[in-house]
C-alpha cells in the first residue's frame, strides 16, 4: 500500500501489519528516487519503480530494515557512521545482536548464534544473519540530504541501537521515527549496542521538532497529538524504571527483577523476550550506576544507594 504524505513523499506500507519481519518504508519520488529503509516486502515493493531507485537511506542495520535491499542493485546505500560496522564486520554484528550473553543471562547455552531456519514470507528475501552490505556513503546527525527539491535531515536517535536514525523532513514538518515507534509496549532497548539513556534523549529530541506528521517502522501515520503520544510512548519506560529502583529498595537478583511486573512480556514469555527483558533491565541498572543511584553487588545483584 502507497500512502501520499506530500506531492514526492509517499510511505509504503507492508500487506498486513508492518511487524517483524517487514517494516514501513519512505519513498521519495523526486530527482533522485529515495527509499528510506528496505524492509516492506517484494510485494509492498512492487507498486514503485524499483528500477529507478537511485538512493536507499537506512534508519540501523537491524534485518527487518535492511532485508530488501536485494530488490534495488543498483541503489547507492547509506547509514549512520556510528553504526557502519555492522554492515561490513561479521564479529561486530553478531556482537550487537548481543546474544553472547546468553548462556550468562539465560543459564543454558543458545542453541544457534541466530535463527536462520525462521520461516519467512516469500517477498523477503534473505534470513536473519551477517550479509556484508556495501556502504556507498555514511551520514551523521544534522547532515542535509538533497535528492531534488526534497530535504532530508539525518537525526541521530540512538537507544534503540548505537546508530540508530529518524530522519526529518523540514519543508514539510514530516517526521520517520524510526523503530522509536510510539509501540503500545514502550521502546525497545534490548540490544548489545542499546541505552536506556539515550532512549530518553532522543525521544525528547523528536519531540522538539514539533514534527505535524509522524511516520514510523512499525505503526500507521500520527497526525495529531504527536508531542502527547511520544511522551506517553517515553512514559512507559520511566514507569517501568520507576517500578526497578522501587523494587531495589532491597539487594535483589536480576532473576528477580525480571520476574516482577514491567511490562516485559505481552508477547509472551518465550526465551528470548526473557533474554532481552533481562538485557533492558540491565540497561536501565547500567544508568543508574552511572549516575551513583544503584550498587553492583556482584554475581547480577544490585541494591539501591
Request: with cysteine; hydrophobic share 40%.
Amino acid at each position: 500500500m502507497i500512502i501520499d504524505l506530500d506531492n514526492n513523499i509517499k510511505v509504503i506500507r507492508p500487506e498486513g501489519k508492518a511487524m517483524f519481519p517487514y517494516c514501513n518504508s519512505i519513498y521519495i519520488d523526486d530527482e533522485t528516487k529515495t527509499l528510506i529503509d528496505a524492509g516492506s516486502g517484494g510485494n509492498a515493493y512492487a507498486q514503485i519503480p524499483k528500477e529507478e531507485i537511485g538512493l536507499i537511506l537506512l534508519s540501523h542495520s537491524h534485518f527487518d530494515h535492511t532485508h530488501g535491499l536485494g530488490y534495488f542493485p543498483q541503489a547507492r546505500i547509506m547509514a549512520g557512521t556510528e553504526e557502519q560496522y555492522a554492515f561490513q564486520d561479521e564479529n561486530k554484528f553478531y556482537i550487537t545482536a548481543g546474544f553472547q550473553r546468553w548462556e550468562e543471562l539465560m543459564g543454558s547455552q543458545k542453541e544457534v548464534r541466530m535463527n536462520t531456519d525462521i520461516s519467512l514470507p516469500d517477498d523477503v528475501l534473505v534470513k536473519p544473519g551477517f550479509r556484508k552490505i556495501e556502504l556507498s556513503g555514511v551520514f551523521k546527525d544534522g547532515d542535509e540530504i538533497i535528492v531534488g527539491s526534497t530535504r532530508i535531515m539525518a537525526l541521530h536517535t540512538p537507544g534503540h541501537s548505537v546508530g540508530h536514525y529518524g530522519f526529518f523532513f523540514p519543508d514539510n514538518k514530516i517526521l520517520f521515527s524510526g523503530d522509536l515507534d510510539i509501540s503500545p509496549r514502550g521502546p525497545w532497548y534490548g540490544g548489545y549496542d542499546s541505552n536506556f539513556g539515550d532512549v530518553i534523549a532522543s525521544v525528547e529530541k523528536l519531540i522538539a521538532l514539533k514534527p505535524e506528521v509522524l511516520v514510523t517502522s512499525h505503526r500507521r501515520i500520527f497526525k495529531d497529538d504527536i508531542e502527547k503520544l511520544l511522551r506517553e510512548y517515553l512514559q512507559i519506560a520511566l514507569d517501568r524504571d520507576e517500578k526497578i529502583m522501587a523494587y531495589l529498595d532491597k539487594p535483589h537478583s536480576l532473576d528477580e527483577i525480571a520476574e516482577q511486573e514491567l511490562g516485559f512480556y505481552e508477547l509472551g514469555k518465550t526465551p528470548h523476550n526473557i533474554f532481552w527483558s533481562k538485557v533492558m533491565i540491565l540497561k536501565h541498572l547500567e544508568f543508574h550506576i552511572q549516575a551513583g543511584e544503584v550498587e553492583d553487588l556482584g554475581n547480577y545483584r544490585f541494591v539501591r544507594i
